[in-house]
């Protein structure tokens, strides 16, 4: 009674109820990012799989496989090039803030 602090719902002391909650929170937000990841994947070579039956007739040079493959090596390229423009305005912006606080520092 000479606590001010209540109980969680779960009856356990505040401090492990919050790590409780927060260790739920984030197997929730890991599920909830993992899961639609997969569906897409699945989609994608579901997609991909039943679109190359149809032309299987037509082209055999190009499996599924090789076509997921090939999209993943594309969206690698693509992570890199935008890797680097990120990393080259980053040197923009971090030559800015150096060139402010020096200048701020003389002022000073």
Known sequence: RGSSISPSPLGLPPSVATKFACS?????FRFAVAVPFVFLLLAS????TSASTATVAARTDVTPLQKV???L???AAK???E??????EFAKFQEWCDGTREGT????
Do not use: N, W, Y
């Open 24 to 28: 739920t929170i984030m197997a929730a």
């Open 45 to 48: 070579v579901s997609t991909l």
């Open 69 to 71: 493959l090939q999209l």
């Open 73 to 75: 090596e594309g969206m």
């Open 79 to 81: 992570g890199k090039q």
């Open 83 to 88: 890797k680097h423009e990120e990393e080259v």
């Open 105 to 108: 520092t003389k002022s000073i």
